[in-house]
């Protein structure tokens, strides 16, 4: 029995890495767009470097970060629509040598996540992330999903933030 499940291990994982090898020979750096809403607006521009078949990436972000029409309109009273409401703010987010696996229609991304506000380490940092990248039929990937967890997600919230997968190329450089 033990055999038995220490072989069929073996196989799950050899199929794991040779679809994280096949994935990252014709898509190897992989762009795009976050623009999502809740209490907060989040906008901006994302990288994905998957590092040959180590199963390991290297992930990007840099967003602006500010209170929605949302929160305006349910405070009570409603919220001026003034800067000090707003609160806008940027936030850089990096992963390094992030894990990849294969899921259903695309690929996972988890490791801990460096995270800046306005230029300094923020204090919510460093915090775990998990980064899901996903496509259908038409579009192999099309869609990216960010959700932290740890002290970022009481900043960010625990829905993820979604994203556009806007460019995809097989560049075989490190950075």
């Known amino acids: 029995m033990q ?3 220490a072989r069929s291990f ?4 050899a ?3 040779l679809s994280i090898s096949a994935f990252a020979q014709n898509h190897s ?5 976050i623009d999502a809403s809740g209490p907060w607006k989040v906008r901006g521009e ?3 470097h998957i590092k040959g078949e180590s199963g390991k990436a290297d992930f990007s972000a840099a967003v602006n970060m500010q209170r929605s029409d949302y929160f ?3 405070s009570n009273p409603p919220a001026a629509d003034t800067p000090v409401n707003l609160n806008p703010h940027t936030h850089h987010i990096t992963v390094k040598e992030a894990d990849v696996t294969v899921v259903a229609n695309g690929i996972q991304v988890s490791g801990m996540a460096t995270i800046t506000s306005n230029g300094s380490i923020a204090p919510v940092s460093p915090s775990p992330v ?14 990216i999903n960010i959700t932290f967890g740890g002290k970022a997600a009481n900043h960010f919230g625990t829905d993820p933030l979604n ?6 190329s097989n560049e075989h450089h490190e950075h």
Request: avoid cysteine.
């Open 29 to 33: 750096r992989l762009r795009g767009s």
């Open 72 to 74: 305006l309109l349910s």
């Open 3 to 5: 055999k038995n499940l």
């Open 163 to 168: 994203g556009v997968v806007r460019s995809m």
């Open 10 to 13: 073996t196989i799950l994982a």
């Open 15 to 17: 199929l794991a890495l």
């Open 130 to 143: 998990t980064i899901v990248i996903t496509g259908g039929s038409a579009v192999e990937y099309s869609n």
């Open 46 to 48: 994302w990288s994905l």
